[in-house]
């Protein structure tokens, strides 16, 4: 996969700085600090480490929404591919 260019790498910074509180919260901790699955799960209040994973799913599909509806479509990938 190329990397972003400046538009796209724009739209992404944008969706998250302005993204509902929960969401932006589990992009900086997952993402952006380098933390464990352990430590993000207590700063994001999660009791199981798997919990991470499952959250992890709900909110890339919201980050999909957002870049989408913000005219960055991104494609999709399954397991099968």
Same mark, same amino acid.
């Given at each position: 996969? /190329? /990397?972003? $260019?400046? !538009?796209?790498?724009?739209? %992404?910074?944008? *969706? %998250? !700085?302005?993204?509902?509180? /929960?969401?932006?919260?589990?992009?900086?901790?997952?993402? #952006? *600090?380098? $933390?464990?699955?352990?430590?993000?799960?207590?700063? &994001?209040?999660? +009791? !199981?480490?798997?919990? %991470?994973?499952?959250? #992890?799913? &709900?909110?890339?599909?919201?980050? +999909?929404? !957002?870049?989408?509806?913000?005219?960055?479509?991104?494609?999709?990938?399954?397991?099968? *591919?």
């Amino acid at each position: 996969m /190329p /990397p972003l $260019n400046d !538009r796209e790498a724009d739209l %992404v910074e944008e *969706a %998250v !700085r302005t993204a509902d509180p /929960p969401e932006q919260r589990f992009v900086v901790a997952y993402y #952006r *600090a380098g $933390n464990t699955m352990t430590e993000i799960a207590q700063l &994001l209040g999660m +009791r !199981r480490r798997q919990s %991470v994973y499952e959250e #992890r799913r &709900l909110v890339l599909a919201y980050f +999909r929404g !957002r870049l989408t509806q913000m005219g960055l479509p991104l494609p999709v990938w399954t397991a099968d *591919a």
